[in-house]
């Protein structure tokens, strides 16, 4: 028997990548109801696997899928899996056999930007920080910093370098990779795509459109902000069943201490573009046969 079929436990994981659209998705996918989502969209659990640490017990795991067990599909979404290594995809392995694993990309340079401003809005780096700053730091860095939490926010670089990371998984699961860039100007056949994989019917899809959660926004005070984060993460099973509520304290609090968050303006240092370029060159021909909906332009370019 199975770990799957012994009670409620994921059968589908989006495992990547941060800062492209993984939160949205999860929301659209949580709305059909055939697909259960875990009570909390980013679960963390199998992340300990990553920096070397032991895991929770699965007890703690089965009970974030509480009243999904008759779902088709079971749902979590951690992006940071997408950085975990073998240690990681083995204990997903162990525990869960071979789930789906969806994982949403976007144009590096793009993500590079909001990765660094989300940063900037969780109090992991200073609001001084230009991205220059920012780039020479992150720049450095390879796969061993990703097993080094305290490194965390500054991957940015390496964590836009998906072939770095997609074969790892497409070697051990089923795997489809969604263009962020398609799901916000295509949302409808991306989700029929995807239901055709999922073994779902589209019909549930229709209409949806693509809602814009988690936004990086600057704060005001930075006291406050560390407050909001706190409350935002002890109550997220609650928002997540009542999106409109977590809409409107969302909005009171930008207007209370919230201010625009400014384009990360400044130009990327030129030995990152190459990265970046060989990197997609590799992604292309990886994503031949893995792609859920189609190519995304910059990859063509």
């Known amino acids: 028997m199975s770990a799957i ?63 999904t067990e008759q779902s088709l599909l ?58 220059a700053e920012y780039v020479s730091l992150s720049a450095p860095l390879g796969r061993e910093a990703l097993g080094d939490q305290s490194q965390d926010p500054y991957i940015g670089v390496i964590g836009g370098m998906y072939s770095e990371f997609i074969p790892e998984w497409s070697n051990r699961f089923d795997v489809r990779v969604v263009a962020f860039e398609e799901l916000t100007s295509n949302t409808s056949e991306v989700l029929a795509a995807l239901a055709q994989w999922l073994g779902v019917d589209p019909e549930p899809f229709v209409g949806l459109a693509l809602p814009h959660d988690n936004p990086s926004v600057l704060y005001r005070r930075k006291r406050l902000q560390r407050v909001a984060l706190a409350i935002n993460s002890s109550l997220e099973p609650i928002l997540r069943k009542h999106p409109s509520i977590k809409t409107k304290a969302r909005a009171a609090y930008y207007r209370v201490n919230g201010r625009p968050m400014p384009k990360a303006e400044g130009e990327i240092d030129s030995e990152v573009l190459v990265r970046f370029k060989e990197s997609n060159i590799l992604l292309a021909e990886q994503l031949s046969e893995l792609v859920a909906y189609k190519m995304p332009p910059w990859l063509n370019q």
């Open 5 to 67: 079929s012994k009670g409620a436990l994921p059968n589908l994981l989006l495992a990547g990548f941060p800062k492209t659209g993984t939160t949205s998705l999860f929301s659209l996918l949580a709305r059909h109801p055939e697909i259960g989502g875990s009570r909390v969209k980013e679960t963390e659990y199998f992340l300990p696997a990553r920096y070397g640490q032991s895991m929770s017990p699965v007890s703690d795991y089965r009970g974030l899928f509480a009243g």
């Open 74 to 131: 079971r749902m979590e979404a951690t992006p940071a899996y997408a950085y975990g290594g073998p240690p990681l995809l083995d204990a997903v392995e162990s525990l869960l056999g071979k789930p789906k694993v969806l994982f949403t990309i976007r144009e590096p340079i793009a993500r590079l930007r909001s990765y660094y401003r989300a940063q900037q809005a969780r109090l992991r780096i200073p609001v001084e920080m230009t991205l």
